[in-house]
């Protein structure tokens, strides 16, 4: 059971936290976050959560903080939280104890107006290139003693947690660029009887929405590249989930190796496929188009799957921001080191340089590059075959 930060009387049961035994860490490392001291109003982000409470936080004369929710009595499960500063100026790792003995981790920041916010940090299960994420995750939490077992309720950090590094492990850019993190809870001054608002705007606001992953650099050649099999036909293609019929698409193989995408409007996408893995491939999609009057070549990278019906079709982005600006300006600069590494210039979600098919999968394999690939919803499309269209809307013969 995961018990949300500093609310006891809410335990909550999520699938996707970091925790690990209970650790050691120096009295000389635990501080009490300037200006935490107070009254708030406490707004949770799950739908579990039984709207807002109210919590005083104090420390004592060890600078140990006092949390307690007004008319709560206290939880025997939960021992006072603790926490290490990981980022200058006010970016901190609240270390949550219990009785089993567990501990659960959390990033408690500090916003403008007095406003404080915790996030639930986790490490993504279900990713593209997830083998070669894992393997650079397991790097960095070596150089520390640990490592990580991803299970059903979350990820736990194994090892030896009484030799005093867990604050040191999260103080590593590299290993907070590759966590992803989740609002946990909001904590608003309460001033009188109504919280305050944010001084000079909000601070708080959720990261800007990260786009598709865009290559505008060259390929050299085509070389590496493959034409999955059974793909060339006619499909009939869905809006992504949504069950509505779009209209027709076909795939027509090319003289150069790739495949004409042709949409129902006859708009035509050179594609380029490499293989992933059985049955998945990584397409290269050209777009050509025409930008302040000089001609613009760009490719989009999307993920390729045989399915029953036919085939699924989702799109690569680069999630480089994130809720917590510090942890956006790590991924940045990890993204940025890999795309130098395998000669790419990164620049948000665009990628430049000249390679090849190859060369671009060898970049997107590299553990330090992958940590921000997600599959993007907003580019899933799906083909269904004919023999399935005819399948689903046969009319069932008459006994």
Not at 129 to 135: E, I, L, V
Not at 231 to 250: D, I, P, V
């Amino acid at each position: 059971m995961r018990l949300r930060l500093l609310i006891p009387l809410l335990p909550l049961l999520l699938t996707a936290c970091l925790y690990s035994e209970r650790p050691f860490v120096a009295p000389a490392e635990l501080v009490a976050p300037s200006g935490l001291d107070g009254r708030y109003w406490v707004v949770g982000s799950n739908d579990l959560d039984a709207g807002a409470s109210i919590v005083s936080f104090s420390h004592d004369a060890a600078g140990r903080v006092i949390a307690d929710t007004e008319g709560v009595a206290e939880h025997e499960g939960i021992l006072p939280p603790r926490f290490v500063r990981i980022a200058e100026p006010d970016l901190y790792l609240s270390i949550n104890d219990t009785n089993e003995p567990t501990s659960y981790y959390y990033i408690f920041r500090k916003e403008e107006g007095g406003i404080w916010k915790s996030f639930d940090p986790s490490i993504a299960k279900q990713a593209p290139f997830m083998d070669a994420r894992a393997k650079y995750l397991d790097a960095i939490a070596g150089r520390y003693g640990f490592a990580l077992d991803a299970g059903g309720e979350g990820t736990a950090i194994k090892g030896p947690v009484s030799n005093g590094q867990i604050p040191a492990l999260f103080r590593d850019k590299d290993f907070l660029a590759a966590i992803d993190v989740d609002l946990d809870a909001t904590y608003l001054p309460l001033t009188g009887s109504t919280p305050s608002a944010p001084a000079n705007g909000d601070r708080t606001e959720d990261s800007p929405t990260d786009g598709p992953l865009v290559f505008t650099g060259t390929f050299s050649n085509w070389q590496g590249t493959v034409q999955p099999p059974g793909l060339e036909g006619s499909y009939l293609e869905e809006y992504g989930g949504s069950g509505l019929a779009k209209g027709a698409t076909r795939f027509k193989r090319r003289t150069d190796g790739r495949f004409d995408l042709i949409a129902l409007n006859d708009l035509v996408r050179p594609v380029a496929f490499v293989p992933l893995q059985a049955d998945t491939w990584l397409g290269i999609e050209e777009h050509n188009s025409v930008y302040n009057g000089k001609p613009d070549r760009r490719y989009l990278l999307h993920v390729l799957k045989r399915q029953g019906f036919g085939w699924s079709w989702e799109g690569l982005t680069l999630a480089w921001s994130s809720k917590v600006p510090e942890i956006a300006r790590a991924r940045v600069q990890a993204i940025s080191a890999a795309a130098k590494r395998h000669d790419f210039h990164f620049d948000e979600n665009c990628l430049a340089g000249e390679t090849t098919p190859e060369g671009l999968l060898n970049l997107l394999r590299d553990g330090q590059f992958s940590v921000g690939i997600l599959l993007y919803g907003g580019l899933e499309r799906t083909f269904y075959r004919k023999s399935e269209i005819v399948r689903r809307f046969a009319k069932p013969s008459r006994p």
